[in-house]
Structures are given as C-alpha cells and as structure tokens.
C-alpha cells in the first residue's frame, strides 16, 4: 500500500473509532436534525475529540479491566438458553415456519420474537412454537419499533441466555460446519480476544436465482445464487452477543457496548467497529441474507415499510441488491430435515 493510501486507511480508522465512541449522539443528529446534522457535528467537534479520547482512555483500562471480571463470572453460570435470537416480524407468515426449524437445526432453543401488528397469519403459523416455549411472543405496535424490540428483549431477558443474535426473518445464521452448534462457535471465536463480548455476522448476501414469481420449495433451497465474497455488501454485518455487556442497541446492525468490551469479526482475530467489517470473513459463521427473494416477494416486502424508523423499500433497491454471481448449495445440506420438520 503506498504511503497515500495507509494515510487515507489510518484517518478513516481514527475517524471510524471517534464514531463509534460518540455513536448516539451522531446518529441521532442524523436521524433527526439531518439538514443541520454536517454544521452542528462541525461546531461540536471539539467536544466530540474530547469525549471520544476520555471514553477510549477509560476502555482501554478500568472499562476492559471490568469487562474481563463480568466475562469470568459468565463463564461459571449456567443460563436457560447458550443461544437465542431477537427478532421483529411483520406479515412474514410465508417463511417464518422455516426460519425457526432452520435456527433450531443450529442449537438455537429460544427466539424473542416482537410482532409488528402483522395483519396475515404469522401468529398462528407460530402457535405451535409459542406453546412449547421455543417463541417467546410479544406484540409491538407502532412504525419503526425494531431498535425498541431490541433493547426491550436485553432489558427482559438478558439473564435467560449466554448470548442474543439480533437479526431479521430474511436472514439465517449458518455455521461453516453444518449442524454445528452456534453458541459451541461463538465460545470458540470469542475465545481469541480477552474482551471480545460480540460477533460481527457478515452478510452472504443471496440474489432472486432468477425468480421473478415466489417458488414453491424452501427458502434455503430455492436461492442459491449469491454475491461474491469480495462483493461490498457483504461486508455489512448484524451482532451476535453477550447481552449484559450491551448497554442498547443503537442501529440494526450494532449495539453500544460498555465502555472496554469489543466485537470481532468471525474469525476471531480481528476487532470489529460499527456496521461493517473492513476484512470480510465467511470463517465459523456467516449470516445468509436473502434480501431479495423472487420480485414477487420483494414487491409484497415494499408495502412492510423499514423496521427501525419510517420510511420504505422501493425496487431500485432490489437491483442494488440482487446479485447471483456465486453459485452456492452449502444450505442444501439441511433440506432433509427441513423438509421432515416442516
């Protein structure tokens, strides 16, 4: 890299690391004030360079210091769930079955689920799973709740698992060994860093596979066209993580943690910051993100509106996003016992 180039990764780190201890602030100005958002973020900037070098100071020893004596006592309790998953539905009725059967092939024995008003047949297609206690049901009204179902499944039930997956009904957690539990690799990945408390899951991002009317196999079997490893998108993540290290969540893809706890990426080996990792890994873990689906199905997905504040998908996005380049059937392998359970 030439000296250019590592000037331009060093301030864009420096940059990413001042973010991320400021995040709330941030992105609340740009969420809220964000025509006012570039000449308010300059003014109070030095206050930001202050804040981010106190917080960092205090991460770097007394906040990792307490991080490492939470993770110790963790280590020697023994919790209901090693892995559960926090997620908020609207009308996903055609698919749900299948996400939930999948997560349970991977050792996933509790989901936290939060309804979105879903006017199809979601909560009965769900009954089944409430009434074992696999779903943990709650209905939550309004536009934009997903960030609230968040921090609201951490406030309740954060005591109940080892760790919480929060991610979306279009995407499937899939170990690199198949059948193998996630709560097993995450301890294992976890592992590499003293003060790591959370993954960073990279988007495997699949395309329609050419459909533009809704197939009638799975999900899981009838996309199978993906994005290539190096392809940008992939290198958005959602977090899987020890929610007493979670302070709340603060994006979709990202929570705040406290102050001396970190994410790595799924190898391991590499810290992660925001919603991104800069060095994409497939390794241990990656999340299958399908996105786009059949044309059919993402014009039905368009009328759900986002989940974490108003507004909505249109096509344009749905070109962005539909890439088949890879052709891809490691999910095929748990068709089987998919289609047995289903």
């Known amino acids: 890299m030439s000296l250019k180039g590592k000037l331009g990764f060093w301030r864009f780190e420096l940059w990413l690391d001042c973010f991320i201890y400021n995040n709330r602030y941030i992105l609340w100005l740009r969420r809220e004030h964000r025509l006012l958002s570039k000449p308010l973020l300059l003014l109070t900037s030095p206050y930001l360079l202050f804040s981010w070098m106190l917080r960092k100071a205090y991460a770097m020893t007394v906040g990792r210091w307490r991080v490492l004596a939470a993770l110790e006592r963790d280590r020697k309790m023994i919790f209901d769930h090693e892995v559960a998953i926090v997620a908020i539905a609207k009308n996903e009725g055609l698919y749900i079955k299948e996400w939930i059967d999948f997560h349970r092939l991977v050792g996933i024995s509790k989901i936290y689920l939060y309804d979105n008003e879903s006017t199809d047949n979601t909560k009965s297609v769900i009954q089944p799973y409430i009434d074992c206690g696999l779903v943990d049901y709650q209905l939550i009204k309004g536009v934009g709740r997903q960030l ?23 995407e499937y957690i899939m170990p690199e060994t ?41 999900i899981t079997e009838s996309y199978i066209d993906r994005a290539k490893e190096t392809n ?111």
């Open 148 to 170: 609230d179902a968040y921090n609201s499944a951490i406030a309740k039930h954060k005591n109940e698992c080892r760790y919480m997956a929060f991610i979306d009904l279009d």
């Open 232 to 342: 940008p998108m992939n290198h958005m993540v959602k977090t899987l993580c020890n929610p007493r290290m979670v302070h709340y969540y603060i994006s979709p893809h990202y929570p705040q943690y406290k102050l001396g706890a970190i994410s790595v990426d799924s190898s391991g080996l590499v810290q992660a910051k925001g919603w991104f990792c800069r060095d994409l890994t497939f390794k241990n873990l990656r999340l299958n993100h399908y996105y786009c689906k059949s044309e059919e199905d993402y014009k039905i997905k368009t009328s759900r509106g986002l989940g974490d504040r108003a507004g909505s998908y249109d096509m344009s996005k749905y070109e962005q996003m539909n890439f088949n380049e890879v052709h891809d059937e490691s999910m095929l392998v748990y068709k089987k016992d998919l289609i047995k359970i289903i």
């Open 178 to 218: 198949p059948y193998e539990p996630i709560g097993k690799v995450a301890d294992s990945v976890l592992s590499h860093k003293p003060n790591a408390v959370g993954i960073s899951l990279n988007w495997c991002l699949y395309g329609n596979s050419g459909h533009k009317l809704r197939p009638q196999g799975l």
